[in-house]
């Protein structure tokens, strides 16, 4: 009898955890969240109560730590945690529905929430995700120069803002992605270390510092390149001088509803320590057990543990860049989660041309609101890795472009501006606007445009209060101006400089220079212009 009742409750025990699923437990406040008020540095960083201040964001519960008596009740109850998060307030564990309702009745949790949305559904034929970068891994070496890196640079008229010293130095940037192998060893990220612009990292997979292990998948590293990358005369990424923050969340062997809260830990991180920017070029909406999928009416925004995850750093002051993802050629053609939510700035791909890539996901969201945002380039777009220049396709891409054009602006202007007024800035001047398109959003990004919006007459000009002619020309430019120059300089294409002048006679002789683009930023007592000129 006793080996029979053994038996019967081994068989139970399968049964039961044959039907358990990943739930999240959330938590009834925080008691602890009068000490953190108190000693707020207890929790974050200085640079990050600095962003809140600088932007009026006031401090809430979310910023507070969890309880962890809660937590050990919750491992009290023979519970394992799998993963947990202080924005949400609570752990995920796995559970069957009985111990659902036993979680349910602790007087610490409000609720529980499972990770699955259809647990009724079963697909036939699920896709599988070993190779969810597909799009992204069509990519070959090349030896650039850096007139081709540069048409991802002048098409989001960015090349500009480098002119004028505005190349993301002081602003903080996390890459949110699988791993970064060779990044501690490969010469295209060597200025990044010997300028101390890797500030720290962490593998939430894990639970280790192990991000550069030759073992992980490298999509993380080609992100981090199109951003920081550089190989001097041949690359630079379009925010070369910021400083960056690299956390592992995605394992692309598999797609598991975990690496939602992997990337809900990291985003609180970053918040940790004080983060401008989080770029992201992930999106989620099928796993590898079907229970977890999402349908495209669950994209709207907040339905998806990370979508909320990714609302939450949006309005801690962080700009929020995600991928749009792609999927456009595919039955499931949308976007994905979170770049569905309203409040991230989500980014589709487009060709050397300006059109739309094939590739590059559908929006609206399910609710309607426009996406993506807006758009750069992610067919054949330039980046580095390891020890070259390199050249691949993807959402994966156009997203850290546009990341480092943002971190760019950010350095331009007010730490104090509204990261909603700078998103709003960043659509309304894009190629598109009014209009948008549903794989485009309000077209393609001006960042020369966007600073435009933001400069004062004793600033930076972009206008034709400064005018250069003839142009193109063969042999020699005219500077038309009421101010007096006092110096001018040339840059070529990639942003190197020429040569510093004082022109005679409101003239610059350009006849040594071999036929070509080049930038002209002229200093006058009140201001500086930059413009653009072509050598024929």
């Known amino acids: 009898m006793k080996k029979f009742i053994l038996t019967s409750f081994f068989l139970l025990f399968i049964s039961i955890n044959a039907q358990s699923e990943l739930v999240f437990v959330f938590f009834n406040g ?41 937590v050990q009740n919750i491992q009290n109850l023979g519970f394992t945690v799998i993963d947990y998060s202080k924005w949400l307030n609570g752990v995920a564990v796995n559970a069957t529905a009985a111990q659902v309702t036993t979680l349910q009745a602790q007087p610490y949790v409000q609720s529980v929430e499972s990770f699955a949305k259809n647990s009724q559904v079963v697909v036939k034929n699920q896709i599988q995700h070993s190779d969810k970068f597909s799009e992204f891994n069509k990519a070959a070496l090349f030896n650039y120069n850096y007139g081709t890196g540069a048409n ?100 692309a062997a598999v797609e598991i509803p975990e690496e939602q809260l992997y990337w809900i830990m990291a985003a609180e991180e970053a918040d940790r320590q004080g983060v401008d920017i989080i770029n992201t070029s992930l999106g989620y909406s099928t796993f590898d057990d079907p229970k977890y999928n999402y349908t495209y009416a669950d994209m709207n925004g907040t339905k998806s543990f990370i979508a909320r995850g990714a609302q939450i750093a949006s309005e801690k002051g962080i700009l929020v860049v995600v991928s749009a993802g792609n999927s456009g050629q595919e039955p499931w053609h949308y976007i994905t989660t979170p770049a569905d939510n309203a409040k991230v700035f989500t980014i589709g791909a487009v060709d050397a041309a300006g059109a739309s890539s094939g590739f590059s996901s559908y929006g609206p969201n399910a609710l309607g609101v426009i996406k993506p945002d807006a758009s750069a380039r992610g067919t054949a777009a330039a980046t580095v890795y390891n020890n070259a220049a390199t050249s691949a396709s993807g959402t994966s891409l156009s997203a850290p472009i546009a990341a480092g054009g943002i971190a760019c602006l950010l350095q331009a202007i007010p730490a104090s501006t509204s990261r909603e007024v700078i998103k709003n800035r960043l659509r309304e001047t894009a190629s598109l606007y009014p209009n948008n398109t549903a794989q485009m959003g309000y077209g393609i990004l001006n960042f020369g445009n966007v600073l435009q919006t933001y400069l004062e007459t004793d600033h930076l000009q972009l206008n034709d209060q400064f005018l250069i002619y003839p142009n193109p020309t063969t042999d020699r430019i005219y500077f038309r101006t009421f101010e007096k120059i006092q110096n001018v300089e040339l840059y070529d294409n990639t942003g190197r400089l020429l040569l510093t002048k004082k022109p005679m006679n409101n003239s610059l002789e350009l006849d040594f220079l071999e036929k070509g683009v080049y930038y002209v930023k002229a200093k006058t007592e009140k201001n500086t212009y930059i413009q653009k000129v072509i050598k024929k």
Not at 204 to 219: C, R, V
Request: hydrophobic residues 35%; proline residues 4%.
């Open 152 to 251: 991802q640079i002048d098409q989001i008229n960015l090349r500009n803002l480098h002119i004028a010293g505005y190349s993301g130095n002081g602003i903080a940037i996390a890459v949110i992605d699988t791993g970064f192998p060779t990044v501690n060893t490969g010469s295209v990220y060597q200025r990044l270390w010997t300028n101390n612009k890797i500030k720290g990292g962490y593998n939430f997979i894990n639970k280790s510092t192990d991000i550069y292990n030759t073992s992980l998948n490298a999509h993380g590293s080609y992100v981090l390149g199109a951003i920081g990358g550089y190989i001097d005369g041949s690359f630079v990424g379009s925010a070369p001088d910021a400083d960056f923050y690299l956390y592992a969340t995605e394992n």
């Open 30 to 70: 925080k008691p602890n969240a009068a000490a953190f008020y108190a000693n707020p540095l207890s929790e974050l960083s200085q640079k990050s109560l600095n962003r809140r201040t600088a932007q009026g964001i006031a401090l809430n519960i979310q910023d507070a730590p969890l309880e962890q008596t809660y």
